[in-house]
T-cell receptor, first 115, second 113 residues
Framework: DVKVTQSSRYLVKRTGEKVFLECVQD?????MFWYRQDPGLGLRLIYF???????EKGDIPEGYSVSREKKERFSLILESASTNQTSMYLC??????????????FGPGTRLTVT | DAKTTQPTSMDCAEGRAANLPCNHS???????VYWYRQIHSQGPQYIIH???NNETNEMASLIITEDRKSSTLILPHATLRDTAVYYC??????????????FGTGTRLTVIP
């Protein structure tokens, strides 16, 4: 089974702190994704990566950056955390290349609270 | 922006078929229809996807209308474990193989004993 793991289930940080959320997948997937989930808004894509050191902005990249130095690991960085970044963060991975990939495998999520 | 419209909530009796509708009237020719679900406190789980033809797998069936403007996800024999939020998504895969799946607010399906 594909496994996507996230470094923490719950995290509490203070405003202005630099925050790292880590995601690791064990299936040699090319694509990795970071979403946030908020009540009433569904899941929204922050960033994704289709290869090592490659990244693309999603729908809401402002206030976030990402890093992919190794194929299995994709990090989400909040340079200076703010209270409006309190959310559930979900990481996902999928196969790459053509024909289209279709199945994204999700991790359990990290609930981040910024106080 | 959401390209799909789903009912906010639905109930289904245990053991009966659950039919979840989705409207996607602005779908383009190379966009696929994907269905995911999210059980409470877990990450979303892929269910099924299709382009034009109806599809079936071990979890569900996907019926896409001929004009592709709507679809229905069918869970043939709903169980209590199927209680979840179901997301209908239309998306065109990028050349890299990745695709931006916009998850709206979905349909909350409650299976009733």
């Amino acid at each position: 089974d594909v496994k996507v793991t996230q470094s923490s289930r719950y995290l509490v940080k203070r405003t202005g702190e630099k925050v790292f959320l880590e995601c690791v997948q064990d299936m040699d997937h090319e694509n990795m994704f970071w979403y946030r989930q908020d009540p009433g808004l569904g899941l929204r894509l922050i960033y994704f990566s289709y290869d090592v050191k490659m990244k693309e902005k999603g729908d809401i990249p402002e206030g976030y950056s990402v890093s992919r130095e190794k194929k299995e690991r994709f990090s989400l960085i909040l340079e200076s955390a703010s209270t409006n970044q309190t959310s559930m963060y979900l990481c996902a991975s999928s196969l790459g290349g053509l024909p289209q990939t279709y199945e994204q495998y999700f991790g359990p999520g990290t609930r981040l609270t910024v106080t | 922006d959401a390209k799909t419209t789903q009912p906010t909530s639905m109930d289904c009796a245990e053991g009966r078929a659950a039919n979840l509708p989705c409207n996607h009237s602005t779908i383009s020719g190379n966009e696929y229809v994907y269905w995911y679900r999210q059980i409470h406190s877990q990450g979303p789980q892929y269910i099924i996807h299709g382009l034009k033809n109806n599809e079936t797998n071990e979890m569900a069936s996907l019926i896409i209308t001929e004009d592709r403007k709507s679809s229905t996800l069918i869970l043939p024999h709903a169980t209590l474990r199927d209680t979840a939020v179901y997301y209908c998504i239309v998306s065109q895969p990028l050349q890299t193989g990745a695709n931006n799946l916009f998850f709206g607010t979905g349909t909350r399906l409650t299976v009733i004993p």
